[in-house]
């Protein structure tokens, strides 16, 4: 079992369900007594924006007895030529584990081999792992288990799309991809649960859960243009969740959204949106990751 979470998969199913459960009783019980991460410290250096991945942190480590201290690439060393590798070597001196967000991720890969704590990967080009766990906790609470269901993405596929593809393995779950042919390679995942398709309404027939992300992920404005042009068919529209299962499958984006890009706002302000619970849901699974990765 790795020591790092760098991908959904470092951890195998049992251990992730048991932190799902492990989410909800710090769900119920959100600041326990005595608190289990008191004294200990996480670093978070992050070399691009965040909001909920960096303010879930923080908390998570507060209302565990701990603290944390965040690093921007600019008042760090590593604007100015530190190597990744030095970094991780000294913070791990300082610290007892460290959240990396980063767009390279051989970067990442290089951060944990250096690292002698737990590395997190709090965002790389191959995956959002922590995304995934909030993700799979919401659907368990509002649907229960996904194991058998069918989940459409619909849009680019992004680094969380690449997360999704790690779940429909480890959970057992149809992953239905509606993304154009140019924004599409079939080498990305050949698994028999992965199912590639040009039409969205075919991804989002009977499914159970539609998720979406931005058309232009961090890093990527200089193809932002060609982006909007391809993926402009692929909104989440009503009328899209209209060819759901029963006609109420799930909504779920990661966050930050565009109302009108990937989704329009009656669906992700609407009934069948869960996007809230999703965001808050980092909050309690990134504790169960921190006791897992700090306390084990
Ligand atoms: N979903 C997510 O990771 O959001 P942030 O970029 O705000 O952290
Ligand atoms: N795919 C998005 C996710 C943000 C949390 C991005 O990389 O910008």
């Known amino acids: 079992m790795s020591r790092h979470f760098l991908h959904l998969d470092d951890f195998d199913r049992a251990t992730l369900d048991h932190l799902l459960q492990r989410s909800l009783s710090f769900k119920d019980n959100p600041r326990p007594s005595p608190p289990p991460l008191a004294g200990r410290t996480l670093a978070m250096l992050f070399t691009q924006h965040s909001t909920r991945t960096r303010v879930a942190f923080f908390s998570a480590m507060a209302q565990l007895g701990g603290s944390s201290i965040f690093l921007a690439p600019e008042h760090s060393q590593l604007d100015r030529g530190e190597p990744i590798e030095d970094t991780a070597c000294v913070l791990s001196r300082f610290v007892d584990a460290i959240v990396l967000r980063t767009s390279s991720h051989e970067a990442l890969l290089r951060f944990a081999d250096a690292a002698t704590v737990p590395v997190i990967n709090g965002l790389s080009a191959a995956g959002h792992p922590c995304q995934l766990m909030a993700d799979m906790l919401t659907f368990r609470e509002h649907r229960g288990p996904i194991t058998g269901c069918t989940v459409a993405w619909i849009g680019d596929v992004s680094n969380v799309c690449r997360s999704y593809m790690e779940a429909a393995r480890l959970w057992d779950f149809e992953l239905r991809i509606a993304t154009p042919e140019e924004l599409w ?4 995942a050949t698994d028999p649960r992965i199912i590639w398709t040009k039409d969205p ?11 979406t992300d931005v058309w232009v992920s961090m890093g990527l404005e200089q193809d932002a243009l060609r982006r909007r042009r391809l993926l402009a068919p692929y909104q989440v529209t009503p009328e899209l969740m209209a060819l759901t299962h029963e006609q109420e499958a799930l909504f779920m984006h990661c966050l930050p959204a565009h109302r009108g890009e990937e989704v329009s706002a009656a669906v992700i ?5 869960v996007v809230w619970d999703e965001a808050e849901n980092r909050l309690h699974t990134q504790k169960a990751l921190l006791e897992h990765l700090l306390l084990a």
Do not use: E
């Open 185 to 188: 390679n079939p080498a990305q």
């Open 201 to 211: 309404r075919q991804a989002a027939t009977g499914a159970h859960l539609v998720v």
């Open 269 to 273: 302000d609407g009934k069948r949106s």
